[in-house]
């Protein structure tokens, strides 16, 4: 729980509904926000990590730290080129006949893990509007393992042999199978479908014709397979209706600020354009505010984002204007790209920002995510 403001720190600062932090204690009684403050990563210069060194030097010295990762990675002695795993005493596989390579979750600990750069002096804090929509998904495609995929899926999935005998007999199968249609030694159907797949690798039109007039069609192996998470996203749309000219300045500020978040700094020479430096991240906070003051946080544990668009319309209930020719309402719509995917563990980062404290899963399924 939270007694401050969530402003606090900030020099630049514009909210609507006016208040609308204050929970219960506003004009409207609304008391959940949404909070969004810029936050500035500095990139690194090339003078930065290069000193006085000569390029060239650095450039061979990058190269040869980089073959010398590729062979302790597999197991190999960095003096050698020689395909034979390194088991010195003081080598990466000492004591074992094979080399050991092994994959961990990446647990990332701390709430303060993502936020890596400066926030700055400017904060806007709106209501949170209705219908905000949580969107996580992954991508699962249909590939096509072919023949030869599948029965190396089906002999690794029995646990026959090494990767790479496994490889060998696909490939010695493979050819066996030519050898046999050559000799004769197979089954009529299973002949049409060497001499199919054997065809079509000459020409694509004669594989073709063969598959016509064989009535026989390899099967692709289609399955499912998993391949990424994608990034989630984010969308706002806010309707902004001031009641008085001082209040229409203030919406106008705060579509001018995500605009201007929005966009990078353009780099040039000579009045030329050449470069554009990377825009601020947006750090995003949903709270609600109790009849106690205290801040409580809602929704999600947002990641750092992009702000990828903002749309406004103008006037959707009247065409009117104050007299300092400001609009009567403006529709904000924001779009929202986080920094990166998230993993299991991003899950419990999350339930203890949110303190959710009930039992997600029995302990040993959970043991190797804290």
Same mark, same amino acid.
Do not use: C
């Given at each position: 729980?939270?007694?401050?403001?969530?402003?606090?720190?900030?020099?630049?600062?514009?909210?609507?509904?006016? !208040?609308?932090?204050?929970?219960?204690?506003?004009?409207?009684?609304?008391?959940?926000?949404?909070h969004?403050r810029?936050?500035?990563?500095?990139?690194?210069?090339?003078?930065?990590?290069?000193? /006085?060194?000569?390029?060239?030097?650095?450039? *061979?010295?990058?190269?040869?730290?980089?073959?010398?990762?590729a062979?302790?990675?597999?197991?190999?002695?960095?003096?050698?080129?020689?395909?034979?795993?390194?088991?010195?005493?003081d080598?990466?596989?000492a004591?074992?006949?094979s080399?050991?390579?092994?994959?961990?979750?990446?647990?990332?600990?701390?709430?303060?893990?993502?936020?890596?750069?400066?926030?700055?002096?400017?904060?806007?804090?709106?209501?949170?509007?209705?219908?905000?929509?949580?969107?996580?998904?992954?991508?699962v495609?249909?590939?096509?393992?072919?023949?030869?995929?599948?029965?190396?899926?089906?002999a690794?999935?029995?646990?026959?042999?090494?990767?790479?005998?496994?490889?060998?007999?696909?490939?010695?199968?493979?050819? *066996?199978?030519?050898?046999?249609?050559?000799?004769?030694?197979?089954?009529?159907?299973?002949?049409?479908?060497?001499?199919n797949?054997?065809?079509?690798?000459?020409?694509?039109?004669?594989?073709?014709?063969?598959? !016509?007039?064989?009535?026989?069609?390899?099967?692709?192996?289609?399955?499912?397979?998993?391949k990424?998470?994608?990034?989630?996203?984010?969308? &706002?749309?806010?309707?902004?209706?001031?009641?008085?000219?001082?209040?229409?300045?203030?919406?106008?500020?705060?579509?001018d600020?995500?605009?201007?978040?929005?966009?990078?700094?353009?780099?040039?020479?000579?009045?030329? *354009?050449?470069?554009?430096? &990377?825009?601020?991240?947006?750090?995003?906070?949903?709270?609600?505010?109790?009849? /106690?003051?205290?801040?409580?946080p809602?929704?999600?544990r947002?990641?750092?984002?992009?702000?990828?668009a903002?749309d406004?319309?103008?006037?959707?209930?009247?065409?009117s &204007?104050?007299?300092?020719?400001?609009?009567h309402?403006?529709?904000?719509?924001?779009? &929202?790209?986080?920094?990166?995917?998230?993993?299991?563990?991003?899950?419990?980062?999350?339930?203890?920002y949110?303190?959710?404290?009930?039992?997600?899963?029995?302990?040993d399924i959970?043991k190797?995510?804290?």
């Amino acid at each position: 729980m939270q007694k401050r403001r969530i402003t606090e720190g900030a020099d630049y600062w514009y909210e609507f509904p006016p !208040n609308v932090t204050l929970g219960m204690l506003n004009d409207t009684n609304y008391r959940a926000s949404l909070h969004f403050r810029p936050m500035k990563v500095n990139g690194a210069t090339v003078s930065s990590f290069l000193g /006085d060194t000569d390029l060239t030097e650095i450039l *061979s010295n990058v190269g040869d730290k980089i073959t010398d990762y590729a062979k302790d990675f597999v197991g190999l002695k960095k003096d050698t080129d020689e395909l034979t795993p390194d088991l010195s005493p003081d080598g990466p596989n000492a004591g074992s006949t094979s080399p050991v390579r092994g994959l961990e979750p990446i647990i990332r600990n701390g709430k303060n893990t993502d936020f890596f750069g400066d926030l700055e002096g400017r904060h806007v804090s709106l209501y949170l509007p209705m219908n905000v929509q949580q969107m996580e998904n992954v991508s699962v495609g249909p590939e096509n393992l072919g023949p030869v995929g599948g029965a190396v899926s089906a002999a690794i999935a029995g646990g026959s042999g090494s990767l790479a005998s496994i490889a060998s007999s696909a490939v010695a199968g493979g050819l *066996s199978g030519i050898g046999d249609m050559m000799t004769g030694n197979v089954s009529g159907e299973f002949g049409s479908l060497l001499a199919n797949r054997l065809v079509s690798k000459l020409n694509t039109s004669a594989g073709l014709g063969v598959t !016509n007039a064989t009535r026989i069609q390899v099967s692709p192996n289609t399955r499912s397979i998993f391949k990424q998470v994608n990034i989630r996203e984010w969308s &706002f749309t806010f309707q902004m209706i001031p009641t008085s000219e001082e209040e229409s300045i203030v919406i106008e500020n705060i579509i001018d600020f995500f605009r201007m978040e929005q966009l990078p700094v353009e780099l040039g020479a000579g009045g030329v *354009s050449m470069a554009y430096r &990377f825009p601020n991240l947006m750090t995003i906070e949903a709270n609600y505010t109790s009849e /106690d003051g205290d801040i409580i946080p809602i929704i999600t544990r947002f990641l750092p984002a992009y702000l990828q668009a903002v749309d406004v319309t103008y006037n959707t209930t009247a065409m009117s &204007f104050y007299e300092n020719g400001k609009y009567h309402d403006a529709t904000m719509s924001l779009k &929202f790209i986080e920094y990166r995917p998230l993993n299991k563990h991003d899950i419990l980062l999350e339930r203890e920002y949110l303190n959710k404290t009930s039992a997600l899963a029995p302990d040993d399924i959970m043991k190797d995510l804290e």
